[in-house]
């Protein structure tokens, strides 16, 4: 799972029926110092987080885990919400592994 | 999930039987501003999409869980055509 800032939205009408419902968000992700880090990724929200968020995603076929696990496409999923970044903590040194 | 454009299409009369009736694109992963990044990627079509447009492609394994696509053999599929991206200035 990896840390992100949610950036922006995505609308598509047209859309595979086993997205139907589901909110489609930007995500920005970022390093331990919170600084973006990569492309912006466009992730599936499972959990109603909005517009400036800190957030963490999970990638992969566990992203379809929140859902119905086998009927929704998706490799990007957002699993929760940072409640404040304060509680992200890296002692101002590098990138943590 | 990334967003990508249509570039073209793919037509292949022998393959594998799982993929028959599936529509073939060329797509090129793209920012969210819309301006073209490189390479491209061979996805199938689950939503009817069209030459240009702006659409969804989810790659990796759970390109299979999309409805209609059980058991295919594909790792790259287009299931959503995009409307609108917004995206906040920093």
């Not at chain 1, 840390?3 to 390093?31: C, F, H, P, Y």
């Not at chain 1, 400036?52 to 929760?80: H, M, Q």
């Not at chain 2, 793919?10 to 599936?22: A, H, M, N, P, W």
Request: proline residues 3%.
């Amino acid at each position: 799972m990896q840390l992100a800032r949610v950036i922006g939205t995505v609308v598509a009408t047209v859309k595979n029926d086993s997205l139907e419902g589901r909110k489609l968000l930007v995500v920005q992700s970022l390093n331990a110092n919170l600084e973006p880090q990569g492309k912006p990724l466009v992730a599936l929200d499972a959990i109603g987080a909005g517009t400036g968020e800190l957030v963490f995603w999970c990638r992969g076929k566990e992203a379809s885990f929140p859902f119905k696990r086998e009927d929704t496409p998706t490799d990007c999923t957002i699993v929760a919400i940072v409640d404040s970044e304060s509680h992200v903590t890296n002692n101002g040194k590098g990138r943590r592994r | 999930m990334i967003i990508a454009r249509i570039l073209g299409t793919v037509v292949s009369t022998q393959k594998d039987e799982r993929l028959v009736g599936k529509k073939l694109l060329i797509v090129r992963p793209i920012n969210v501003d819309g301006t073209d990044t490189s390479g491209y990627v061979v996805a199938v079509d689950t939503v009817g999409a069209g030459f240009h447009e702006r659409v969804l492609v989810v790659a990796g394994s759970s390109a299979r869980l999309a409805q209609g696509m059980k058991d295919t053999p594909v790792d790259a599929a287009i299931v959503g055509v995009i409307d609108t991206v917004d995206v906040m200035k920093d």
